[in-house]
């Protein structure tokens, strides 16, 4: 069996990083993290990020995990 790269993140250090979309829609392609949204909960572990769509402004929520698929994400702006 092929070993195979998982990206590994801390959520915590996600703030302000970029990320590439594999998969352009409505000419948004390269995004930045612009909020951690953390836990309501004390001592529970941060589930979403904001990400804001640079050619748009567009933003929107979703789980910090997601970034992890690199079939749908690249980190940096490529």
Known sequence: ??????????PKKLLLSKWTATIVQNKEKHFLVTKIIEPELPFTQIQDIELEAIYSGRSFILPW???TNTRQWRQGWL
């Open 1 to 10: 069996m092929p070993h195979q790269k998982s990206l590994q993140l801390n």
């Open 65 to 67: 995990q997601e970034l």
